[in-house]
Nanobody, 120 residues
């Protein structure tokens, strides 16, 4: 069982920045399972969507809507992943969730979420 705890959300003006953190109760990467970590978000009335992923080797992928603005990183020693969000837009407003994904991309564990609100 892995517990994921997000932090760093809040209210920010458009154009501003926030850094989200996700601390895991255990290792964020299992060298045998080949899992990855991801950030998802869910805006009111919308489906949850994948924002970014990172592998144990540091390879990242981003949704087109956040490319060039968001950066996902990991600190394996601290069992923590981060999401640096720059040039925030009102449409980035959502609850952001950290997730641990299997090698096939299936989410095995979710965090409780952290609210990000971007005012115009």
């Amino acid at each position: 069982q892995v517990q994921l705890v997000e932090s760093g959300g809040g209210l920010v003006q458009a154009g501003g920045s926030l850094r989200l953190s996700c601390a895991a109760s255990g290792s964020i990467f299992n060298i045998f399972s080949g899992n990855s970590m991801g950030w998802y978000r869910q805006a009111p009335g919308k489906q949850r969507e994948l924002v970014a992923t990172i592998t144990r080797g540091g390879s990242t992928n981003y949704a087109d809507s956040v490319k060039g603005r968001f950066t996902m990183s990991s600190d394996n020693a601290k069992n923590t992943v981060y999401l640096q969000m720059n040039s925030l837009k009102p449409e980035d407003t959502a609850v952001y969730y950290c997730a641990r994904l299997s090698a096939t991309g299936r989410v095995g564990f979710w965090g409780q979420g952290t609210q990000v609100t971007v005012s115009s």
